[in-house]
């Protein structure tokens, strides 16, 4: 099996963290590749999703018809918030799989009740819960089976992360960033995902942003509920849909042999 992972961001700040994260939980005959989308020419290289849609939409789609062209098995698109992914399944015959979706799906066989923590910046976010809500009614999932609460993350200072760039100081920028999410686990992660449990009767928490990857061990450790990390999660529900697909076409193909 063969499985892309497409960081959204541009600049692949993240590409080697992510491998090393899905290789360690891949299934024996899963091969994991990790790509980002190119920047356009008139867009900045940022370690973030880019502001501006049209800053990644055509590039995701072309990035989409090139794993196809070159044999992968499923594209897992990395960002919570699964921007273009309709528009990405369009565009190739493979499953594309986002990770609002695989925790909706793997979440729903854990527990009745999902509570799904997104990241904030002093209580506010640059895409709002309706976001999400929206691909509750799209995926058909119940808005009372679900609930969302915030978690604060220190905001990186852009001018800081341009001047990094151009500097090619890309390391302190790569560990700053984990550094500011590590610590929105400790100092509010655990905090709401025990208020998920206690005050929203969640049976099931999920951290709704890839940078949170490989960070949710604190939390794992105070809560009783499964806690679904964005990126293992997303490659879990690939690896099955994949097989489940090649075990139908076989099944499909030997009947039709007989």
Not at 125 to 132: A, N
Request: glycine share 8%; proline share 5%.
């Amino acid at each position: 099996m063969k499985l892309l992972y497409l960081d959204l961001s541009n600049l692949g700040l993240l590409d080697q963290r992510f491998q090393e994260l899905l290789e360690g939980v891949a299934a024996p005959g899963t091969h994991i590749y990790v790509r980002h989308t190119e920047a356009l020419a008139d867009s900045s290289p940022t370690p973030m999703l880019p502001e501006h849609p049209e800053d990644y939409y055509s590039a995701l789609l072309r990035s989409v018809r090139l794993a196809e062209e070159d044999g992968f098995d499923a594209v897992m698109i990395g960002c919570a918030s699964e921007p273009g992914l309709r528009a990405a399944r369009n565009a190739a015959s493979i499953p594309i799989i986002g990770p609002f979706g695989a925790a909706l799906h793997i979440g729903g066989l854990l527990g009745r009740r999902l509570s799904i923590l997104c990241p904030a910046h002093g209580g506010y976010r640059t895409r709002p819960l309706s976001w999400h809500e929206e691909s509750l009614r799209l995926y058909g999932v119940s808005n009372d089976l679900v609930t969302f609460r915030l978690v604060d993350v220190q905001k990186l200072d852009r001018s800081w992360i341009e001047l990094c760039v151009a500097a090619g100081n890309l390391e302190d920028l790569r560990q700053q960033m984990v550094e500011i999410y590590s610590s929105s686990i400790r100092e509010a992660g655990i905090t709401q995902a025990r208020h998920a449990v206690t005050e929203d009767r969640a049976e099931v928490i999920f951290f709704a942003c890839t940078l949170w990857a490989g960070l949710l061990s604190p939390v794992e450790a105070r809560v009783d509920v499964p806690v679904l990390d964005p990126v293992i999660t997303l490659l879990k529900a690939t690896e099955s849909v994949v097989s489940a697909a090649g075990f139908c076409k076989a099944r499909s193909d030997e009947k039709g042999k007989r």
